[in-house]
């Protein structure tokens, strides 16, 4: 609704496997982030990035990689996927005010 | 470590009722508080809260901010059963990042 998709929307993979999940926002927001919602956790920063080629940790890192080589993109990869991973990862962007979150993408590591 | 606490976990009310949802925070930095309301996908924004004591107003949500306290209530009144979400209260300790509660659960019955 943001103006930020998510792909793909769903996905299941194996144990070891890389993946990379990707977000574009058609906002021109400076500030993009990756999330984790899992039961009993909430939502989990993961990484966010506030510019170009600029990105930092947040609270559950490990595992998790990310890159900003354009504005309107910022790509999360795990390295190598592991059961504790299986979560919905959303994606969120801002101006610096309010935070807007993408539709969310489902994964499932077996 | 930030944190935030919701309460209570979880509220079934009747249509037509009233309801507060609550908000504390320990930041070491607060910025701004936000409130979100979650149906079966991503969060959506509901209100950002700076100041204390001005109330945010839309419809029949309002939400207000107590910097004393350090804390926040988010009211419902004449509940209705598309009100059933779970509403979540993050804040911005002024870096740019939201932390999260975990939510109140909240169901309207008919």
Known sequence: ?110 | EDKVVQSPLSLVVHEGDTVTLNCSYEVTNFRSLLWYKQEKKAPTFLFMLTSSGIEKKSGRLSSILDKKELSSILNITATQTGDSAIYLCAVDNAGNMLTFGGGTRLMVKP
Not at chain 1, 1 to 27: F, M, N, W, Y
Not at chain 1, 40 to 65: A, Q
Request: hydrophobic share 25%; net charge neutral; glycine share 10%.
């Open chain 1, 1 to 110: 609704d943001a103006g930020i998709t998510q792909s793909p929307r769903h996905k299941v993979t194996e144990t070891g496997t890389p993946v990379t999940l990707r977000c574009h926002q058609t906002e021109n927001h400076r500030y993009m982030y990756w999330y984790r919602q899992d039961p009993g956790h909430g939502l989990r920063l993961i990484h966010y990035s506030y510019g170009v080629k600029d990105t930092d940790k947040g609270e559950v890192s490990d595992g998790y990689s990310v890159s900003r080589s354009k504005t309107e993109d910022f790509l999360l990869t795990l390295e190598s996927a592991t059961s504790s991973q299986t979560s919905v990862y959303f994606c969120a962007i801002s101006r610096g005010g309010p935070v807007f979150f993408g539709p969310g993408t489902r994964l499932t590591v077996l």
